[in-house]
């Protein structure tokens, strides 16, 4: 209620949005940041004819229905869920990037806000992007009534502080009375003119509950329905029932306009001027190569044949190598700086316009981001992500730098896809795969170089895996995967030299995984598996194995899980292995055990 | 370099630290947020002579030496860890909180930031708290030397634009010139005089690279060491090596002061005046209860007994239950509003100085925090934490507001714990045992009320589990936590009905979990489990019992294993488990199935 007026001037007389044709590429966006005012948002749909009264009415927060308790995209005119405060902001800074510097049409992205999310950083980190990359296409409607779900919020109705700290951060204020409608009307005008190179906040005083007297600015009643009769009376002051079809302006037709610059984020020293390749990178069997770095040749390569694949990296692009696509198609990369949950809801707001986007950060930075990914995967978004150093491998930094939770986190998400590739080919492979893999996918690359071990083009599906040791007489199996297949593939040398037959699987697809290998592995060996893993023992590689091995109703396992189960410190990565270990001296003794047990 | 001349009048004339009494309450505290500026803190040490030169020079990111690449409590001067950029203010927070209103001693908390982390959120949610709670023992040196890791940063060097963001965020702004020792000394001096109530910023403006004119204000140098003649060109423009050890002023003895009050955070409408009672809550075998409101109940009780007891939460205390305990201990109390990243931290700065601090929110908002929490474990924290809403069980907010990967996250967590109570009296043991449980642990309580299942004062030691129903001729185990379990035991009746023995376990300690039960129940059953959770498949309590059973080399299993497999909507609790088929319905259909196999 206390943003109802805001929303009434807003579809009535600015937000340009053709509501029979919600894919339009010139509509408007509209995204409700505090999503918990989905009622106001379903009335809106009502207002505007898309939503039927019985609808409205009977399917909210219903089984089966799709006016849920909080926005999500089964809607057609949400772009993203929403219900985790803090995040529709950062996820239209997305949507405007792409608007401004990709598609280039002439399209706003509206989005309101709550004061109480307005105390999650994720707020700031947005403010603080929509600013340096100049988005006047962006406009945030905050609604500011005072009140949170337990109280009072710690800025109350202290509109200056807001609107100093909304200027600070580089945006235009204006603010309001959020319930006069003229001023709102005023200040929306206003907002449409993009001239001043800044995003704009409609900063607006309003009140909780307004239009109904008995509950006006008063506690207690957040996210709670009247009971019926003082809905009844609730009806009754606000006018009585009425159902009027309100339809608000069409955006016009419009042509993509000219490529602005990209504010100056590409690093320096681009080492080449050629024209990219599209022809996909190649490495020598053999030859030592890092993940990391073919994970940047790739993208290269995919951003020549690709003109939607779209990069972004938090500030350490010359780690993740993602600073070779940032050379190649400077107009396609966006710098987030250290702001990893700003990065994931760029790049999910960026995939909402139908980008290819790739992020990339250190894979222990993506835990920052781990309630934007959750919510990118409610919103259905294809994004792919890369967490480079991972693990104990990294060595010296220190286990601050060093993911060991990535697997599990990444996972446990829904609809997920969890890549870790162990040589250059395979990676070149894995990066193709993520351009057209559905849903959230991440690929987990190594600090260091390791040797190709597979030939140029080889095919690795996603849900397969490789076996590159096997025999007949198999007595074990070793199942590793990045550095820790190579440690798996020096064990099998060591236990060959002692007359222990091997079968080494690389498990590059950690999720789905391929139960098939996996299961006539177990039955070739007589159930003697190893799995090695440079993650802590829950919820990885080793847990991946497990379930999958259980739910095929494998019997007679003998499973040996290796993985990090102490805290790190500094090292060398080779150092590090052996201490946890996962090295290679350490799996060969795991199968020995095996074997001889 | 570019913060060693802020640094060495802190340490010469401002940090009031007894350097051989590292544990000494009236100590002040000294963070580095930026800890990849370990090579300046460890410098320090060695300034103050409590590293040798040996250890420095030959120490340093080595295996097994405890100066780490990023600073870790290893190290008795340091509090907690960092080197995953803005941590170290919120922690700061955190600390401040703790001398201002609970230990109420006169030392300060002196945080070196970098610029390059000032871009993430969780910045700006500390300086909004550390104004909010008047934390004026805070002061926060920002070293602006323009340069991040891979180019300059969003802001580079403009000090106006820092100064007025931090200004609007409620701090008092001191601008220097970094490198001016004479500015430097009198900005900390000024930053001392705490009667403003407001946290300070010392914002300096520096040059990376300081004092050796080769790579003064150049790029490409982060993280790098010097090549040997370079070093040595350094250390001669540098003046030469020399060897003194300095001191600075030791911290005056202080009584605690007076008990200031907290800014109104405390909810209205307190329930009751009574003096709380230490006793344990009791509730009734079969009378419904949630476990969010057991939750509450027991911090009460706790905090009867303990006043190291504090209490946090993320303005969802009238849901988690948290509020009962804000109205009994106001003093102990902290409100941190919309803001998880602030929420963890604070928690870990009171925890630093030896409070038993618990945070609560939604568990789904844990994940808001992944990275603290994960910094959190790397610190050795003891930090408890409690979500609630977990799960499709608490139908119709929808996806966004259920926790459905938070026992995967924790899990995979190093040294935490994971409980997850079915009822009251549960709750309240585990409660009580999260209290005197090094590490993180994390309880996840259910929204829902359900009956009791177990007398007043019973036991749940961490790593046990109850055995619920058994019999001499059990054919199946069903396995389950919180709501899961009330529907096993419900698909119990239903087996029994068909004369189907069944074993029903809570697995209330999903980490560690107790493999004895597990196994016993796997060998008297013949191997045939069934476990119910209402989280996604991976990494939860599934995870927990095929890992255990696995690791037991328990053979002959046939695990069948019931979760949150695709993405829900709205609905009431009992549809989204039978949706999910978690429900008793479920279970006792998948018993079947494995006992007719």
Redesign the interface.
Same mark, same amino acid.
């Given at each position: 209620m206390s943003a109802a007026d805001l929303l009434a001037v807003l579809i009535t007389r600015h937000l340009r949005y053709d509501w029979d044709e919600p894919r339009l590429p010139v509509n408007d966006h509209l995204i409700f940041s505090k999503?918990h005012a989905s009622p106001l948002l379903y009335s809106v749909f009502k207002a505007v004819g898309v939503v039927s009264e019985e609808e409205l009415l009977n399917g909210y =927060? =219903?089984?089966?229905? /799709?006016?849920?308790?909080?926005p @999500?995209p089964?809607l057609p005119w949400v772009d993203v869920? @929403?219900? %985790?405060?803090?995040q529709g902001l950062p996820d239209g800074v997305g949507v405007a990037l792409a608007g401004k510097y990709l598609e280039r049409l002439p399209y706003r992205v509206w989005v309101l806000c709550g004061d109480?999310?307005l105390?999650?950083?994720?707020? *700031? #980190?947005a403010f603080?992007?929509a600013s340096?990359y100049k988005l006047s296409n962006l406009i945030a409607i905050a609604d500011i009534n005072r009140l949170?779900? =337990?109280?009072?919020?710690?800025l109350g109705w202290n509109l200056e502080?807001y609107a100093?700290?909304m200027?600070?951060?580089?945006a235009r204020v204006l603010t309001v009375d959020g319930h006069d409608l003229a001023a709102i009307e005023k200040a929306m005008t206003a907002a449409e003119d993009s001239s001043g190179g800044q995003p704009t906040v409609i900063l607006a005083k309003t009140i909780k509950g307004r239009g109904f007297s008995e509950v006006e600015n008063k506690?207690?009643w957040h996210g709670k329905p009247f009971p019926p009769d003082m809905a009844a009376r609730a009806i009754a002051e606000l006018g009585g029932v009425r159902g009027i079809v309100v339809r608000g302006p069409r955006p016009e037709p419009a042509e993509p306009g000219p490529v602005p610059g990209i504010p !100056? !984020?590409v690093?320096?020293?681009p080492n080449t001027d050629a024209r990219p390749s599209a022809a996909p990178p190649q490495y020598e069997i053999g030859k030592k190569v890092a993940t990391r770095k073919a994970y940047g040749d790739s993208l290269v390569a995919l951003g020549a044949r690709d003109d939607r694949i779209v990069v972004l990296d938090g500030?350490? %692009?010359? %780690?993740t190598y993602a600073?070779e696509f940032a050379h190649a198609y400077p107009g396609r990369y966006f710098e987030m700086?250290?702001?990893?949950?700003?990065l994931v809801a760029a790049a999910t707001g960026i995939a909402v316009r139908g980008y290819r986007t790739f992020a990339s950060t250190f894979a222990?930075?993506f @835990? /920052?981001a781990?309630?934007f990914i959750? $919510?990118g995967?409610?919103s259905?978004v294809d994004l792919r992500l890369c967490g480079s150093h991972a693990g104990v491998e990294i060595g010296?930094?220190?286990? %601050?730098?060093m993911a060991?939770?990535d697997l599990? $986190?990444m /996972?446990?998400?829904?609809?997920s896809t969890v890549l870790y590739p162990s040589d250059g080919t395979s990676t070149v492979a894995l990066v193709e795969a993520m351009s057209r893999t559905p849903g959230i996918s991440y690929l987990r690359t190594t600090r260091g170089g390791y040797p190709g071990l597979y030939p140029a083009g080889d095919k690795f599906p996603v849900g397969g895996s490789k076996v590159l040791r096997s025999g007949e007489n198999d007595q074990v199996a070793l199942v590793g995967a990045g550095v820790t297949l190579h440690e798996a593939l020096r064990a099998a040398e060591i236990l060959q030299g002692e007359g222990i037959a091997v079968r080494v699987i690389d498990c590059y697809s950690v999720?789905p995984v391929d139960a098939g290998t996996l299961t006539a592995a177990a039955e070739a060996t007589g159930g003697r598996i190893v799995v090695a893993e440079d993650?802590?023992? +829950? &919820?990885?590689l080793?847990?991946?194995v497990?379930?999958a091995l259980?739910?095929a &109703?494998q019997?007679?396992?003998?499973?040996t899980?290796l993985a990090v189960g #102490? $805290?790190p410190?500094?090292?060398?990565g080779e +150092?590090?292995l052996a *201490?946890a270990g996962i090295d290679a001296d350490h799996i060969a003794a795991a199968a020995r055990k095996l074997v001889g047990g």
């Open positions: 999503g =927060r =219903r089984f089966g229905q /799709r006016l849920e308790g909080h @999500t089964v869920a @929403t219900g %985790s405060l803090g109480s999310e105390a999650e950083g994720s707020i *700031w #980190e603080d992007k340096y949170g779900q =337990r109280g009072e919020t710690d502080a100093r700290r200027a600070a951060f580089g506690d207690d !100056t !984020t690093p320096r020293q500030e350490v %692009s010359n %780690s600073f700086f250290i702001a990893e949950q700003q222990a930075f @835990t /920052r781990c309630d959750r $919510m995967a409610i259905g010296a930094d220190g286990p %601050s730098q060991l939770e599990a $986190m /996972r446990a998400l829904h609809g999720k993650h802590h023992p +829950e &919820g990885g080793g847990s991946a497990a379930d259980l739910a &109703g019997q007679n396992l003998h499973l899980h #102490e $805290m410190g500094s090292g060398t +150092e590090l *201490w």
